[in-house]
């Protein structure tokens, strides 16, 4: 007795049921999967639906192309970006860190006043295009040149106090290398470093052929706030 498939059905069975396909069916298969679009080509997906359709329903085809516009979804494929982190940021140190951290300090010991001239020697060039002399001391300039010598950053300029509450202050010269809103810190020729207040003291700074005068009781501000303010005209101290 012969043994059957694992369908259930023999070997003479088989041969009756499992035939060869027609010639004619086979070359009409064939042009059918030449006329189909290039998979790796999206653009001609919806040109192909829409004949599929056409060819086998009695529809209306406006209101099917309509449907295939807004719902074939690989045309205009766009990678949608993922990447949710966030920036963190950056926490900035307050004032009271900063001054516990000295960065606010200089060391009393180890500064030198030749250490210091090539700032000099950078400030003169920054004041003398800030200032512009040659136009800014006309007359009609006068105004706009008191201005910007308020708001002039001092960091490297050659102050000599001139008046002071403070006698033994009169006469002392340096490099300004830090200013805080109370004091001018500045480098003298001997290599000490010296606190100079601003308050109740008169300064003197040479730029080119002219001398200018700065009155430390309008200039108790920290740089950057003078940087951004208004100065107005005020009348001189006498000490």
């Given amino acids: 007795m012969e043994k059957p498939n694992i369908d259930g059905t023999t070997t003479e069975n088989a041969s009756s049921i499992y035939k ?13 999967v ?15 639906l829409s004949k599929f359709i056409r060819d086998r329903t009695s529809g209306d085809m406006d209101e099917i192309n309509q449907e295939i516009k807004k719902n074939f979804p690989l045309t205009n494929a766009k990678v949608v970006k993922t ?37 000099h020697k950078l400030w003169r060039e920054y004041i003398e295009n800030f200032l512009d002399l040659k136009k800014s001391m006309q007359a009609a300039n ?26 033994s202050l009169v006469g002392v010269k340096g490099i300004v290398v830090l200013e805080t809103k109370n004091t001018f810190q ?22 080119d052929k002219w001398t200018f005068s700065l009155f430390g009781n309008h200039m108790n501000l920290r740089p950057s706030e003078r940087a951004a303010r208004k100065f107005k005209a005020k009348p001189t101290i006498d000490f």
Avoid: W
Wanted: glycine content about 6%.
């Fill in 34 to 48: 030449e006329t189909l679009p290039s998979p790796l080509n999206f653009k001609e997906g919806p040109g192909f």
């Fill in 186 to 207: 500045i480098i003298c020729e001997d290599d000490q470093l010296r606190v100079i207040p601003k308050r109740d003291t008169v300064f003197t700074l040479t730029i």
């Fill in 83 to 119: 990447n949710t982190a966030r920036r963190q940021k950056q926490k900035k140190m307050t004032s009271n860190e900063r001054r516990r951290l000295g960065f606010q300090k200089l060391p009393r010991e180890g500064l030198k006043y030749e250490q210091f001239a090539e700032l």
């Fill in 142 to 167: 006068q105004e706009q040149l008191h201005q910007r010598i308020g708001k002039a950053d001092y960091h490297g300029c050659l102050l000599m106090v001139t008046r002071s509450k403070i006698p």
């Fill in 20 to 32: 060869a396909i027609p010639v004619d069916v086979r070359k009409s298969l064939q042009k059918q």
